[in-house]
């Protein structure tokens, strides 16, 4: 795929969820994890098992206090069911998100093991705590990643600042009918 078609399609995409949006299909999720002891990872997850519409991931959002490695992991298996986190619409008139937003991580019920990793990147924290986007660029237009029917996607952030820190996780989510890849 060309540069040109690449793009192409990128606003062809862009497209779909800018509609889904006007349509009440937007939200915003994300789950805030207080008091994450050193080493320990936390994640946010879209369950989109049992629902016949693809979930666009807008560029995800990690902050924290101190530093972390943040990524992304593409179909990961969920051993264990996480729990439900905060979503909300976007839109004037939302439809209720057909899929799920989880948690999981050490600590927490959920449990997801082994899917395509995306590269890890470190953010830093401290009094100015800095966010930052996983696997992509820091536009908020730009798509992380398209959640088909059946998969589950997650962004995850590790506390490795050497002492407790709070570390929030974020996502901006639109659901598209159909099949548009």
């Known amino acids: 795929m060309t540069e040109y078609q690449s793009s192409a399609k990128s606003l062809e995409l862009l497209t779909f969820t800018t509609s889904a ?7 915003a999720g994300g789950a805030l994890f207080q008091d ?73 019920t959920g449990v997801l093991t082994g899917g395509e990793a995306y590269p890890r990147q470190t953010i830093g924290g401290g009094s100015a705590a800095r966010g930052s986007a996983v696997g992509v660029g820091t536009n908020a237009a730009q798509i992380a990643a398209i959640v088909g029917p059946d998969d589950l996607w997650s962004v995850e952030a590790q506390n490795v600042s050497g002492q407790t820190q709070d570390i929030s996780l974020n996502l901006t989510i639109a659901e598209v009918d159909g099949d548009i890849l």
């Open 21 to 27: 949006i006007s349509n009440g299909n937007g939200y």
């Open 36 to 108: 994450v002891a050193n080493g320990n990872t936390k994640q946010l997850y879209v369950d989109n098992r049992g629902n016949d519409s693809d979930v666009v991931v807008l560029t995800p959002n990690v902050a924290s206090s101190g530093q972390v490695y943040s990524g992304a992991v593409a179909n990961p298996t969920e051993d264990a069911e996480g729990e439900a986190a905060t979503i909300q619409t976007v839109s004037t008139a939302g439809n209720g998100f057909a899929a799920s937003l989880k948690t999981a991580g050490d600590n927490e």
